[in-house]
């Protein structure tokens, strides 16, 4: 079989001045002298990376090799050297001699290829590449010219030949010459099969991104920056270890917090790799994949799977699932390739093109209602009951603070983005942030001046600071700034400016100093907390967060997510994938009245002495009393969910929603500081008020707040259980 005429010169040239007689006898000098065109070593390396590359890797490949630089000292474990040569230390005790052994297994090589038994070149010690490199030179026709083991695999696997045990590499060899076509030569055919299968392809790098997630190591370093003409970007963490490590690929204008992009997601406690259609977590992106509702979120994945919602990225849409141990190197190329593909023609808006920061209306605005916001939910398969609905956006519009606390994946998230990308006419209207456990002050949401570029102001890459501007610059619209995982750190360290002004007269957070350097900053020096900014945080209970303090509790509205059985079993039933761009803006003509509602002073509600101060007696007993502003937000409270609800919920449902949102938070301790006030509480929720609380026998019709009664049950059997319990964690 004919070579490729223009290599066929340099293949015989090379077994010309390195027949197998002159092997057996070559010398040291020969085989690695440094700057010897000639050297056996360097024809290898060099002068035959044509026909088959071995660049790259340490010089220990070739067993033996002689120091260019001999003033460094070599302490490496296994390895030896006399100051001008270094060798493994396994092949002899000083240069000569790990030399002839070096030789005689060139020499064993060489001759096993000659004679095509290539099954005693598996036996031999050294490198894969260097020895398969040296033994398609004395037999070009069977070997083929690829010499890495791994990139022999993938074509294996390609060809469907891989069989149930580990093949050996001569195995491989034969196999892949069996495919050779007979109108091709083995070196057009070697690299037929290196462009389709070689390491510069994304697999290698998809392999090391499983096996590193698996680590502590954070570096990215040894990755590819592009692919395909797409940047690739990956994490294994921020700070600390993430539990979804990623690797992505961009678009220009695409970016990580606000667009979309193939991605490689790793999730470590399911041990499941899943090929996106990715969709920014950060921000909602301002852009589609246009995909039909039978391709299913990584959401509906594992509700379907796992019973529980993913710990992130659960918009997503997937595009494969592969199980890490047993990834198929052709599949995951083929499979990213065809994403790229259909990726490059979507026409899409950069992510990095700024809404205008002053947002003039066309639309009409019309007064707010409610149930209209239910029915875009409904459209968009997301399921809430109404009841919540009010208490939630009565809430917003009571104190522009709420915190959303309950188990993973229960819809904390979906209802704060819900809201926001409803109700907002702008996508610059609505900021998702995810909490950091390394958030040890307040630069992740504020940014910092530039202490070696005076005059400058460092603004944080996730939005919030540019949300807060935008909002002051439109105050007749709705802004949310959604810190998902607020308790990732503790709240107080960076969100303390936050706290601190939500309660003062004039709102002010102070960001840098005034004077004559700072003429040119577009950051002014302080900023008042804009009346339309509305905050909300989620919060999931786990060993890895922190609890808040009564001082945060205090500011806010918490609402519980829950979720009954029979809500679960419907769900099951007939999962379907969300789809929030279906209500995206459809509120916008109301967010006007929104701010409007949010900012207006309202008849108190009535006298409600005879039932908030018996809460007030027994919460003082445990500490957790509340005091004027709590007594103030839940009067409001009150009116606002009354004109709100319009007759969806009675006073005494109302009443309820207060009990639970305002004056439990704050319960938490021991059996010996609770037990009896959880008692003497549950009963308050009671018909009978002189009734046995959290009685087994007990009908509903007992209850007369059957929220708050549920919850405090919760905490009362934790804490006889469990010697303590909080709210949060009941």
Avoid at 594 to 608: D, E, G, I, Q, Y
Wanted: aromatic letters at 12%.
């Amino acid at each position: 079989m004919a070579l490729l005429k223009e290599y066929r010169p340099l293949l015989d040239e090379f077994l010309d001045v390195w027949p197998i007689a002159r092997l057996k006898n070559m010398k040291l000098e020969e085989y690695t002298n440094v700057g010897d065109d000639d050297s056996f070593c360097r024809w290898l390396e060099s002068r035959l990376d044509k026909v088959g590359s071995m660049w790259g890797g340490s010089a220990y490949k070739f067993g033996i090799y002689k120091r260019k630089d001999t003033s460094k000292k070599v302490s490496r474990s296994g390895y030896s050297t006399d100051g001008i040569y270094a060798w493994h230390t396994r092949y002899g005790a000083d240069a000569k001699e790990a030399f002839f052994t070096v030789r005689a297994m060139i020499v064993d090589i060489a001759e096993s290829a000659v004679s095509g038994e290539f099954q005693n070149i598996d036996k031999v010690d050294l490198g894969h590449v260097f020895k398969w490199k040296v033994a398609f030179h004395y037999n070009p026709k069977l070997i083929v010219p690829i010499f890495m083991k791994d990139v022999l695999v993938r074509i294996i696997e390609f060809y469907g030949e891989n069989g149930k045990g580990e093949l050996t590499s001569s195995e491989m060899y034969r196999i892949i010459s069996k495919y050779q076509p007979k109108h091709q030569d083995i070196i057009s055919y070697g690299k037929e099969l290196w462009e389709k299968f070689g390491p510069d392809k994304m697999f290698f790098f998809v392999k090391k991104f499983v096996e590193q997630a698996k680590t502590e190591d954070q570096t990215t370093k040894d990755y590819p920056k592009t692919f395909l003409d797409l940047t690739v970007k990956l994490r294994f963490g921020a700070g600390g270890l993430s539990k979804v490590p990623w690797l992505g690929f961009f678009r220009d204008g695409q970016e990580v917090k606000n667009g979309i992009y193939p991605v490689f997601l790793y999730y470590k406690k399911q041990n499941i790799l899943i090929l996106a259609y990715g969709l920014s977590a950060t921000n909602p992106p301002k852009n589609s994949w246009h995909l039909d509702s039978s391709v299913e979120t990584i959401s509906t994945l594992f509700l379907r799977e796992y019973k529980q919602e993913p710990y992130k990225y659960g918009d997503s849409l997937v595009y494969r699932v592969y199980k890490p141990n047993d990834l198929s190197a052709y599949e995951v190329e083929n499979d990213l390739a065809q994403l790229v593909e259909f990726y490059k023609t979507l026409d899409l808006k950069s992510s990095n093109e700024k809404e205008p920061a002053v947002i003039e209306s066309r639309l009409k605005q019309i007064p707010l209602k409610l149930y209209e916001f239910s029915e875009s939910l409904k459209k968009a398969h997301l399921w809430f009951p109404l009841s919540l609905l009010h208490r939630y956006v009565a809430s917003h519009l009571t104190k522009p603070f709420i915190i959303l606390t309950g188990l993973s994946g229960s819809g904390k998230t979906k209802m704060a983005e819900a809201l926001s990308i409803w109700i907002s006419e702008s996508s610059s209207q609505y900021c998702l942030i995810a909490v950091g456990s390394d958030w040890t002050n307040r630069e992740p949401l504020l940014g910092y001046p530039n202490a070696l570029d005076s005059g400058k102001y460092v603004k944080p890459d996730n939005g919030a600071l540019d949300l807060i501007l935008n909002a002051t610059q439109n105050p007749s619209l709705p802004y949310f700034l959604i810190l998902d995982e607020m308790n990732m750190s503790h709240v107080e360290r960076y969100f303390a400016d936050f706290l601190s002004a939500m309660e003062s007269v004039h709102r002010i957070i102070t960001l840098h100093p005034e004077g004559d350097e700072w003429i040119d900053c577009d950051v002014p020096a302080e900023i008042s907390l804009p009346p339309n900014l509305f905050i909300i945080g989620t919060v999931n209970i786990d060993e890895t967060t922190y609890m808040f303090s009564p001082k945060v509790l205090d500011r806010a509205n918490v609402l519980e997510f829950r979720i009954k059985e029979t809500e679960m079993e419907s769900y099951l039933k007939m999962p379907e994938s969300l789809n929030m761009n279906s209500i995206k803006g459809k509120g916008a003509s109301m967010g006007q009245d929104f701010v409007a509602k949010a900012n207006t002073r309202l008849p108190p509600a009535p006298s409600l002495d005879a039932i908030l101060i018996p809460f007030f007696s027994k919460l003082q007993e445990a500490g957790a009393e509340f005091g004027y502003r709590t007594a103030a937000e839940i009067n409001r409270f009150i009116s606002v969910c009354t004109e709100l609800a319009d007759g969806e919920m009675n006073d005494t449902e109302i009443i309820d929603a207060v009990i639970m949102q305002k004056l439990l938070p704050k319960l938490h301790g021991s059996r010996k500081k609770l037990e009896k006030i959880l008692w003497s509480i549950g009963q308050l929720c009671l018909v009978d008020q002189t009734g046995d609380a959290f009685h087994e026998q007990e009908e509903d019709s007992d209850i007369k707040y059957p929220l708050s009664y549920e919850k405090l049950k919760r905490m009362y059997t934790r804490v006889r259980d469990d010697g303590f319990t909080s709210y949060a964690e009941a």
